[in-house]
């Protein structure tokens, strides 16, 4: 079996052009190009759609807030004199997985936080703040 040819867009003889009007990546006149174009699910198991984003260090933003928060669980749990054993125990979570956590290496649910922040009687907003 051969591979399906995905056609261009455009007239024969031109430069491909998106088929999205405006399109930061199509080469018409001088637009302002965002800087980063990223693709994602608009829906879980659904299409896919292109987000425009004019903020290259959306991941570097990312990494920086997750250390920060696995920072503030950390200060936390010191402050309360429990070891990491006790809180991922009680969460209940992996090891490996809560270290993570607290290093900014993992990207924890909504439902894991609210658990650590339980077992560190605490609310979310403070233990995110």
Not at 70 to 92: D, W, Y
Request: overall charge positive.
């Amino acid at each position: 079996m051969g591979r399906r040819a995905v056609p261009s867009v455009g007239s024969p003889g031109n430069e491909a052009q998106s088929p999205f009007p405006g399109d930061p990546t199509s080469h018409e006149g001088d637009q302002k190009k965002p800087v980063l174009t990223r693709l994602t699910y608009d829906h879980p198991r659904q299409s896919l759609c292109r987000v425009l984003s004019d903020r290259p260090d959306d991941d570097q933003w990312l990494s920086h807030e997750r250390q920060r928060v696995g920072g503030r669980i950390r200060a936390a749990r010191l402050h309360r004199n429990l070891t990491q054993e006790a809180v991922f125990l009680a969460v209940p979570l992996n090891r490996s997985y809560y270290q993570d956590v607290e290093a900014g290496r993992a990207n924890p649910t909504l439902e894991t936080l609210l658990s650590i922040a339980r077992v560190l009687d605490m609310t979310l907003a403070e233990l995110v703040r």
